[in-house]
């Protein structure tokens, strides 16, 4: 019996300091939790929304989590006017928190901890010809191509240039939007480290979709094709990206561009077989043209007719809309 009673002590014992290994949030004398213990995110100024963890030694009824107001103000419970966080480090506003908490004759001599919770003050955006469009929030150093490998890479369509965007004050201190434009070839090739942004949340980025031409007529591969290297495309590479000719093409081609006004197109005549026979110099195409080859046997086909097969019009809209504003 004697050695039973001593067994199950024991067993219970590893029980009790089996119990205590277990992590829980450590606390203080007064058993406030203290939040900076527990908190793993890297340090960077407070900003609004952001969950905040404030610690006071000694004094429970004080140690809270506070969300941080849209005007950037924390209220503590005693403190008499609230507490300006945004834009400060926890170690400053901790000191803000140790003086409002004396004047207000709260605590004689309090020690105060304040850590971040929770992020929501610094999102980044990234959206357009990625993989995997997101929002996360931005917290220790975050480069462009890290946002770029968070959204998986881009996609096979993506544009030549990538759009950053942040808000900013202007000259007169009025908010604005600062717009920067990245070359995609350059940022990959690491050609130029300084397009490498810094990100300091609050950015959107934008990939667009790369110009499409859309080739039609007397070719063994009809359809719309991406221009992904960055440089206008040209009669030439629209041939070879739609196969070449049929055996019985017009000499003549036509490009249909888009006029000024974004209203209607203009017919552009062109000396295909001379092209060819490189009798004529190769023809410049840009993002939304209609190259058409019509047959050498067949009639003209009219341009209403050429858009409706090739699926075109109002689906042409984004691709002006940015290229159009270059």
Known sequence: MKRMA???????????????????PPHDAAGATTFSDVSNLPVVKIGNDDLIGVTVYD?????????VSAEGDI????????????GLYPADLEKVITTAL???????????????VEYRSHPITVVGAVKVPLTFQAAGNVTLLD?????????????????????????????????????VRSLLDGANPSLNLSLQ????????????IFVVGDVKKSGAFYITDGSNS???????????????????????????????????????KKIMDRKSPDVALVAGDILYIPSANGAKASLKTLETSLGIGTALGAAFIYYGTR
């Open 6 to 24: 001593v067994a199950i002590l024991g067993l219970a014992a590893a029980v009790v300091a089996s119990a205590q290994q277990d992590p829980v």
């Open 59 to 67: 004094a429970p009824e004080l140690t809270r989590t506070v969300r």
């Open 75 to 86: 209220s503590l419970p005693m403190v008499k006017q609230p507490l300006h966080a945004a």
């Open 102 to 116: 004396t004047e207000d004759h709260v605590l004689v001599d309090p020690v105060v901890t304040v850590s971040i």
């Open 147 to 183: 946002a770029i490998s968070r959204a998986q890479g881009l996609a096979d369509n993506a544009g030549s240039e990538i759009l950053v965007s942040r808000q900013a004050p202007d000259a007169n201190g009025k908010p604005a939007t600062l717009l920067q434009r990245i070359p």
């Open 201 to 212: 949340g609050g950015e959107v980025i934008r990939v667009p979709e790369a110009g499409r």
């Open 234 to 272: 040209s009669v030439l590479k629209a041939l070879a990206l739609s196969e070449g000719l049929d055996s019985f093409s017009s000499h003549k081609a036509y490009i249909y561009r888009t006029d000024d006004a974004g209203e209607g197109r203009n017919e552009i005549p062109i000396e295909l």
